[in-house]
């Protein structure tokens, strides 16, 4: 089970502002992207759904940028993820319940993936910033 590249880059930009200041003050995404080597008009995409998840909020003008909505303590990195990536879900049980390969193990990946998020809610975004994990 593997994290998209959304969900790194999510955390990667979230690490980045609040190690810049980012929960006191405003960081413009440009600094953001240049430090992470991330695309400008990707991070945009990022940015704008981790701030309709509550997760960053952001100011317009001259010295505006972004900054996170809540302490580092309080956002879990499978909020971070989860704002930007899709977690595996359980398809609805076949109609024919034809005993394929596909049938049989999806399962085993909708519990790995209910795993994964157990362990991504057990971090922090201040737990990553300290090397707790």
Do not use: C
Not at 61 to 67: A, D, F, L, T
Not at 107 to 117: C, D, E, I, M, P
Not at 120 to 132: A, F, G, R, W, Y
């Amino acid at each position: 089970m593997r994290i998209s590249t959304k969900g790194r880059h999510a955390l990667m930009a979230m690490v980045d502002l609040a190690n810049h200041g980012g929960h006191e003050r405003t960081i413009p995404l440009a600094e953001i992207a240049q430090r992470q080597l991330i695309s400008l008009s990707y991070l945009e995409q990022l940015v704008a759904k981790l701030k309709k998840e509550k997760l960053v909020k952001s100011t317009r003008g001259p010295g505006g940028g972004y900054m996170l909505a809540l302490k580092p303590a309080e956002i879990s990195v499978q909020k971070i993820v989860q704002a930007v990536d899709i977690f595996p879900s359980l398809q609805e049980e076949a109609e024919d319940k034809e005993q394929t390969a596909r049938y049989l193990t999806e399962a085993v990946w909708y519990k790995a993936g209910l795993k994964l998020q157990d362990y991504l809610k057990s971090i922090t975004l201040e737990d990553v910033l300290q090397n707790q994990v």
